[in-house]
């Protein structure tokens, strides 16, 4: 599917005669139109200087990058197409905590490998406030800029050089981040995001040259950044919807990300509502808090065993519990509220837990591992005071995904066709416990689909097709975005989602014969 | 009329609020487009990095300075309006013995000053031809780049500095030369251009980025080459239709540029037709050979004193006279073949010329200025050879206009309402000599205009007006490019056109009365 339909083509230049005698540049552009199907194609001064000697050196042959922008198709690079030269492509998920690079093929479309890293700008702040702070003193833009432009073009020649390739070899560089990450990355000033009226400087970056951004890949490479709805609404999102194709699917579908902020969008081909960013104080300290990363001794999963009714554990890497993360947190609290050791108020129920509840300077903690089995030394509880934010964080999830689908978009739950999870969350949340704490709606599990780094797929997409570039431009011009009114309305909503599942027990039909 | 019509524009951005929180490079694309009535811009990376910080400083009102490619128009940067910051363009004539560089206002559309400046490369080569053998060689091509450009960034910082600015308040340059000379100062190869089937690398070379040119502006400038024909119709030519205005006319009109080709245009708004190049043998060592540089001391006038009947001369400077260049000798010839001291076939009279014809190693020569008199002292004549080259120029000026106007386009020279003269020759000939010896046809008077240097003036032209740019493009599109076919009709005619004023007397009825 790929060959010759991608951003990189083999093409056949006219020969030139006596009576065919318009310019190799001008024989060239023409070629380059037909084969792309378009009307505007800019040819830089780099490919000119050599193309007369080395079109013909090629037999008036050659492969051709190209790649465009809102304006017009670019020609990046002219080779010899016996010359078996790799054309490559880096696909970033600029994320504000965690990093991934992606080296593609852009010939075959095809994954040559994947680097994940911290986000190095994490050293002068964790969030994006922190480093828009910084970034407004003396060099601080230029510090945080170079950090994320060294640590990109790092672990882009660590790929290259692991695969056998050059950095000169990588052509393209597609990137998607939240707002503030993505103008970070093109070192422009960001203030203004956290400023009312909260004005990003740009929402559609132009494609630029590589060279600009002191990406250290081919000459003449480019660089694309998924464009932005606005401070709240990245291009890591827009990169989402294209991955999950909620742009063109038949019926309404929801994709939920959730990362450093929950975002959702709701629609299909016809139209797409999005609601994200934080929502107000009921997710303060909310979704993204819970737990930790996903790292080795990690408690990530937690289920009932059926015969002993004892709660037990995984950890990643099988290493000896040092800790828990979100999904198992979930996972725990779904455990306790299936066993009964939490109440449909959130509070622990000391009949049910018996001793494994205990006061810790006079708040209840349920202790999952004791001190025996930590791999710490130290017990692994879940407090009253932890269990209440989470509580928080899954009314509000909850409250946010009725406030979309019903109020916004008029939509019951089962008109839904599709539940795309995505980011790092959804990578391991397991549905079946956030439905039972009332976290997620009560759909079939069928319709569920985790989506992975969808910000990284959506770049990954764009390097292998040339037409998502449109789709981009067109998701992004037809959201229509909602700011989440935290109003009278949403807070009373917010209280019934509160309780376990939900005050209205009916809304989750699939607990039936749980308590 | 240039007040915000050019390609420096006033602008005033939309203020944001919460409820127009479109990032700050959004609303400034969309008043550019308004302001440009126009659908596509480019905005690099330079301008948004501190766009936030500058458009609320400056209330968000700009100077927006802006260019166009065929593809798109281009931001190249935003002033703050009360700085009074200039912003200047350079038009260069980048002839192939002779340049001139204009620097010009962007903002009022005047010229600040000239300058006139041998071409550098002539050290290297005095014609295309040997610059293109030499650009084939080892580093050629980058030595005779550097050469032009070097001398170009030179005397556009001298014209910056005495007139009181900095290079860097240059933002545009604007090239018109032939198509060699074009190439050759882009650094391409050009070796094509003479090889069989004589195809030049590029027609129309897009926009470039004034950096990438090794031209020394400011950092955001751009710089725009008039494009051409083919290897023998230059953008030089183009500027000098652009010009003319010939585009526009509403009935036939002519140009001749007379530089080291000799180019023909006729035509008005709804066809133009160009024939151009060395028109074969009957051109060889023709009309460009003739005589020497307008220098001081050189002769540019020569006429019949009423009174005495004696020849009469002005020389450049009213110096000590030194030689003749080509205007001089047109009015030489035309004064000798009036006062019948040349014949109808173009040779010296004995009896007319008496002792002013002398004999230098077998060859007669009229001796215009005796070596008394002449500032170089040696006597300054006209050798019947120099008198056969130049019957043969004028013949084939005849000829190649008989045949564009004539046989090509079908009309009489009676139907062409203007004869515009550019070029080195154009600005010095007067059109009663030419006429009276058979070089031009006969004509009234007002029809004739001198244009000057038309190459400038097409530069100059698209500085003031960026209208001129889809001008420029229509007319290269447009206009019809015939090969002159020196063929057994070519020859007749050419047979005619030697004698003097022409074998067909009654073509100059405006000679009735002389010999």
Redesign the interface.
């Known amino acids: 599917m790929m060959a010759g339909k991608g951003f990189v083509r083999t093409i056949s230049v006219d020969t030139?005669?006596?009576n065919?005698?318009?310019?190799?540049?001008?024989r060239l552009e023409k070629c380059l139109l037909d084969e792309l199907k378009t009307d505007?194609?800019?040819?830089?001064?780099?490919m000119?200087?050599?193309?007369?000697?080395n079109i013909?050196q090629w037999g008036f042959k050659a492969k051709a990058v190209v790649f465009k922008?809102?304006?017009?198709w670019i020609l990046l690079d002219l080779l010899d197409q016996e010359s078996g030269m790799p054309v490559l492509g880096a696909a970033i998920d600029i994320g504000t905590t965690r990093m991934v690079i992606s080296l593609m093929d852009l010939e075959t479309g095809h994954e040559i490998g994947q680097k994940g890293f911290d986000n190095p700008q994490a050293v002068i702040g964790p969030d994006v406030l922190a480093r828009i702070h910084y970034s407004n003193k003396n060099s601080g833009l230029k510090e945080l800029n170079d950090l994320v432009i060294d640590a990109v073009n790092f672990n882009m020649a660590a790929l290259c050089k692991e695969h056998g390739f050059q950095k000169q070899d990588i052509y393209l560089v597609v990137g998607a981040g939240n707002t503030v990450m993505t103008q970070l990355f093109?070192?422009?000033?960001?203030?203004?995001i956290i400023k009312?009226?909260?004005?990003?400087?740009?929402?559609?970056?132009?494609t630029?040259?590589a060279g600009?951004?002191n990406l250290d890949i081919n000459a003449s490479g480019l660089a694309f950044f998924f464009p932005?709805i606005?401070?709240y609404f990245g291009g890591d999102l827009i990169a989402g919807i294209l991955f999950s194709g909620l742009d063109q699917k038949q019926d309404p579908c929801i994709m939920v990300d959730v990362g450093t902020n929950a975002e959702i969008v709701v629609g299909y081909k016809d139209w797409l509502i999005a609601c994200a960013g934080a929502a107000g104080p009921a997710l303060e300290g909310g979704v993204s808090k819970m737990g930790m990363t996903a790292n080795p001794g990690v408690i990530d999963r937690v289920w009932i065993d059926p015969d002993s009714k004892n709660l037990r554990i995984h950890t990643i890497g099988e290493k000896k519990p040092v800790g828990i993360c979100g999904s198992g947190m979930i996972d725990l609290s779904a455990s306790l509220f299936l066993s009964k050791k939490i109440d449909i108020t959130g509070k622990f129920s000391k009949q049910a837990c018996k001793d494994r509840l205990v006061e810790k300077e006079g708040v209840p903690c349920f202790v999952l591992v004791d001190e025996i089995h930590s791999g710490t030394g130290k017990a692994i509880s879940l407090s009253q005071v932890d269990l209440n934010s989470l509580t928080s964080s899954k009314a509000a999830m909850y409250t946010i995904l009725e406030v979309i689908v019903k109020n916004t978009a008029g939509l019951e739950f089962k008109d839904l066709q599709k539940f795309y999870v995505a980011g790092t969350f959804g990578s391991f949340i397991r549905p079946e416990s956030a439905i039972a704490i009332g976290m997620l709606p009560d759909i079939p599990m069928e319709k569920f689909e985790v989506l992975g780094n969808s910000s990284l797929g959506g770049a990954k997409l764009l390097l292998k097709n040339p037409d998502a570039f449109e789709r981009i431009m067109k998701i992004r011009q037809s959201i229509t975005y909602i700011e989440l009114n935290v109003n009278q309305e949403f807070m009373n909503m917010f209280s019934g989602a509160k309780f376990y599942p939900h005050t209205d027990r009916s809304l989750f039909p699939s607990l039936k014969g749980f308590p």
Chains 1, 2 share one sequence.
């Not at 505007?40 to 780099?46: C, E, F, V």
């Not at 000119?48 to 000697?53: A, G, H, I, N, T």
């Not at 009312?196 to 132009?206: G, L, T």
């Open positions: 030139p005669s006596l065919n005698n318009t310019a190799d540049a001008q505007k194609i800019r040819i830089p001064l780099s000119l200087k050599k193309l007369p000697s013909r922008d809102r304006q017009s093109l070192g422009i000033e960001s203030i203004e009312e009226p909260y004005i990003p400087c740009v929402n559609i970056p132009d630029l040259s600009d951004l932005n606005g401070s």
